[in-house]
């Protein structure tokens, strides 16, 4: 077999959107959405937005408006629609990457030659044929197991196959989408191509895959198809479609006008035959095949232009199944491995210990949530991940803290009822104690409460948009107006691989006296959500994401690495000889959470490069400041910054150069200069400075930074720059594969540096990568498809160095 | 720390993460960058008054760590 070219993606997002509207609704619809194209253009005069577009749908959804953007933000931000225009009832977004064609064999069908492939529909506005066409869109999920080995590949061949499918009838886009969907294949053909067209459609949907011909599988788990035509207000683009299909339409008639609709429809479209039915809709009219003059004359009845106020909701569905081909589509590729996955077999029971019986509810519907969705074939395997981190949130940290918590109440009940003389000080002190532990109880309880809504909230975020919902429900869109799914699962797993490599190390001095404990492989969930900068629910593993950084996590690594840095921190306890209950104690324990993040970051997701690891500092601090910040604030802000650089500078200079006594001064001034080097307006005042000197030489934080210090003392960072080093990637809008067990948290920072050194200084604006970013976002995509099975855990070989106690790293003292 | 071990034999009796021990006092989230300075740090440089503050030269071998010269500064 010839293998595939390789897979390119266009230097340009897509962003869909598809609306069910009232009957009528079109105009306005298209109307408010170019409004809000010219606003966001307005305030954004630097992103491109491009070829909106509209298509009449036929089927469940009533409108797909369309735009090609440089920026996925431009998605978030174009906020369409809004309440104010009242007509939409559904919307969902579908952002996606358009796989480069120019490789592609041109289809020779009737489209005029300067027409180019990718500019009909959905890329172009309006065709400009003189020839209306029919628009097709399908979504596809694809079997997981059809990346279990060279997932690049196996895309690859699987998009080639479905070029050579359309090849000649259809004019043909295919799509990688960040939602639901994996594949969205769309086009369109003239009117005499569509009963051709219908058969490619059918074959599709037999697409097998195996190892060999008498081995294989069906391909897709679901696949949705819609159609529609270019629509304008004076329907010179409704195309001429003759076929032997017949056409079901569904309709709800408003209140008292059942009678009057059926003779509408029966009257307006030739051939229908109306039926009233039971159940959710009113009637259905059946057209025993589509004449040419079909779908003007839906049209006309869609947009009430005949029929005022008698309908509220119309559907037109076509029936066809008839197969040319007896023989099935197959993707024949001998290293698939195509086993069935085994995530339903995944959740283990949740252990309701010292529940409330309101909380126990709420947990037992949950889990049942969980359990429906891993379930769910289509769906299971990219959900895995979260589910399972939500699980171990918990059941590893939140019951083993209420456990513990309520069992140093009942230890102070007991000691109570030990001393029953109520005046003696033993009683006493006992009762202090008492109210002391009971309040953690009630806390763990509140926070138990929060887990239960944000998991409903990661479960959301997950399916919205998928088959069941993409054209019928959107009352999941709370934060993003559609769904983002590939990157919510691209986030989780980074993490969960960057947790994988530092919380062994990070955590072995702690936790030495439990060696028999395994960490956990699924520890992270992220969410996207109503907030300005990434934070994380500390103790949880949840990570809340601002919508705007979902889809340039490239942009935002090492904020992700930081998260789970703190988590680590906050895994380690390290707060001996601080009193919690005290304000400033609290304080100076969260700011060391901050310090450990630092050299985590510095250490694992750096690889110990000090300039880079300053640049990913300055650059973030510079995005979360608020661009109304008053100047004293963002100085003080600044200073405490300055102290976090000098803080893992001097632990590199202790590691390089252990009897190196190196003064504030010295620290403060090196950093600086790389502060000055980098960052062109930063607030580096002489008042920054002498703050940032004055505090490392405090007492506040002096004894703990040594104690920071010296946890990562038995990490050689000379050896480890040397042995770990990533190898060189060139990085370009080609798809890539990754080596067994390459380190794809490596590869993002290395990406992220380049993005980084096209900035001017910090804080200006980086050349836009579009391309780099959707190649390797995919890429990394079907590469964790691919490591997340088998479904069967597997420790990984980290958490087996950590069950030996990891011999190569000895703890020095 | 008084009840260290008995919060030990918990954690092994329920088999949890033995390292997990977040008081409920702690606030609820954490970002990489605070807005506002934290009270520990504040005090730190309250320090500043008492403290001399007296530009000193770093030491060339620094420099050297980090491949950047004076002049770049």
């Not at chain 1, 990457?97 to 020779?108: I, K, T």
């Not at chain 1, 009845?301 to 509220?312: F, R, V």
Request: proline share 6%; glycine share 6%.
């Amino acid at each position: 077999m010839t293998p595939p070219p390789p897979l390119r993606v266009s230097g340009r997002g897509i962003g869909t959107v598809y609306l069910s509207l009232p009957i009528g609704g079109f105009s306005l619809a298209r109307q408010k959405f170019l409004e809000s194209i010219n606003a966001l253009r307005d305030r954004h005069s630097h992103r491109e937005l491009r070829n909106p577009s509209f298509l009449l749908l036929t089927g469940q959804a009533d409108f797909a408006a369309r735009i090609d953007v440089n920026d996925f933000r431009s998605v978030v931000e174009l906020g369409f629609p809004t309440h104010e225009d009242r007509s939409p009832s559904v919307y969902n977004w579908v952002s996606s990457v358009e796989y480069d064609g120019s490789n592609a064999p041109r289809p020779q069908i009737r489209i005029p030659i300067a027409q180019q492939i990718r500019e009909v529909f959905p890329a172009a506005p309006v065709s400009q044929s003189d020839e209306p066409l029919m628009h097709f869109i399908v979504h596809a999920r694809v079997l997981r197991s059809f990346y279990s080995s060279k997932p690049v590949e196996a895309e690859a061949t699987l998009v080639q196959r479905i070029r050579d499918l359309f090849y000649g009838v259809a004019s043909l886009s295919i799509e990688t989408s960040l939602g639901w969907s994996d594949l969205i294949v769309s086009g369109g053909v003239p009117a005499d191509g569509f009963p051709d067209l219908l058969r490619r459609l059918i074959a599709f949907n037999t697409f097998k895959a195996g190892t060999s011909e008498s081995d294989t599988r069906p391909l897709f788990t679901r696949t949705l198809t819609l159609f529609g035509y270019e629509w304008d207000e004076s329907h010179n683009r409704i195309p001429r479609v003759s076929a032997d299909v017949k056409a079901l339409i569904f309709v709800r008639s408003r209140y008292g006008r059942l009678h009057e609709t059926k003779e509408l429809i029966e009257n307006s479209i030739r051939g229908a035959w109306v039926h009233v039915t039971d159940g959710k809709l009113d009637l259905v009219g059946e057209v025993p095949y589509i004449r040419k003059s079909f779908f003007l004359e839906h049209a006309k009845i869609a947009e009430e232009q005949i029929g005022e106020d008698l309908i509220q909701k119309m559907e037109t569905h076509l029936l066809f199944g008839q197969r040319d081909d007896a023989n099935d589509h197959a993707v024949i590729l001998p290293q698939l491995k195509l086993e069935k996955c085994n995530c339903a077999t995944a959740l283990p029971p949740v252990r309701l210990v010292n529940m409330t019986e309101t909380l126990e509810h709420a947990l037992r519907n949950v889990y049942f949530l969980f359990q429906s969705a891993l379930s769910d074939p289509t769906n299971c395997c990219d959900m895995r991940p979260a589910i399972l981190a939500c699980d171990n949130s918990l059941q590893r940290y939140l019951i083993g803290r209420l456990g513990r918590a309520k069992l140093k109440r009942a230890q102070s009940v007991a000691r109570i009822d030990a001393n029953p003389d109520e005046a003696s000080g033993e009683r006493l002190a006992a009762e202090e104690e008492l109210k002391r532990h009971a309040v953690p109880v009630g806390a763990l309880q509140r926070k138990i409460e929060t887990w239960v809504l944000i998991c409903e909230r990661v479960m959301r975020q997950r399916t919205i948009g998928s088959f069941d919902e993409l054209l019928g429900q959107s009352d999941r869109a709370l934060f993003y107006r559609g769904g983002a799914q590939k990157m919510l699962f691209l986030a989780d797993c980074l993490m969960n691989d960057f947790y994988a490599i530092a919380a062994p190390r990070m955590l072995y001095q702690q936790a030495e006296g439990h060696v028999s404990t395994t960490l956990p492989t699924f520890t992270f969930a992220t969410l996207y959500d109503a907030v300005e900068r990434i934070e994380s629910v500390i103790g949880t593993g949840f990570v809340r994401v601002p919508a705007r950084n979902i889809f340039k996590l490239v942009a935002v690594i090492p904020d992700l690495w930081h998260e789970v840095g703190v988590h680590i921190y906050f895994q380690k306890r390290l707060r001996d000889g601080l009193h919690i209950n005290n304000p400033r104690d609290r304080a100076i324990w969260i700011d060391l959470g901050d310090h450990f993040g630092d050299l985590v970051v510095w250490i694992y997701g750096f690889d110990c490069d000090f300039e880079s690891f300053a640049i990913s500092i300055l650059q973030s601090w510079r995005e979360s400041v608020a661009t109304d910040e008053p100047e004293p604030m963002r100085e003080v802000l600044f200073a405490s910054v300055l102290v976090r650089l000098m803080f893992v500078m001097n632990v590199r200079i202790s590691l390089i150069a252990p009897r190196a006594r190196v003064t504030a001064e010295e620290l403060e001034g090196t950093v600086s200069g790389i502060v000055r080097k980098h960052f062109d307006k930063a607030p580096l005042t002489n008042k920054v400075r002498q703050e940032a000197t004055a505090s490392w030489n405090s007492d506040v934080y002096r004894e703990k930074f040594g104690e920071l210090g010296k946890l990562v003392k038995s990490i050689d960072v000379k050896q480890r720059v040397a042995e770990l080093k990533p190898q060189a990637r060139t990085f370009d809008d080609a798809l890539t594969s990754f080596e067994e067990s390459e380190n794809l948290n490596q590869v993002f920072c290395q990406l992220y540096s380049e993005i980084q050194r096209t900035r001017k200084s910090v804080g200006e604006r980086a050349q836009n990568d579009f391309a780099r970013m959707a190649a390797l976002g995919r890429s990394a995509v079907l590469e964790y498809h691919r490591r997340l099975r088998p479904i069967e855990k597997q420790p990984t070989a980290f958490e087996r160095d950590f069950e030996r106690g990891f011999p190569e790293f000895p703890v020095q003292e | 720390m008084e009840s260290e071990s008995n919060s030990s034999k918990v954690e092994l009796q329920h088999e949890d993460d033995p390292l997990v021990d977040i008081p409920p006092e702690f606030p609820a989230t954490h970002s990489r960058f605070p807005t506002v300075p934290s009270v520990a740090f504040e005090e730190s440089i309250r320090d500043a008054a008492k403290y001399k503050y007296e530009p000193g030269k770093p030491s060339p071998w620094i420099l050297e760590l980090l491949g950047i010269s004076l002049d770049e500064k």
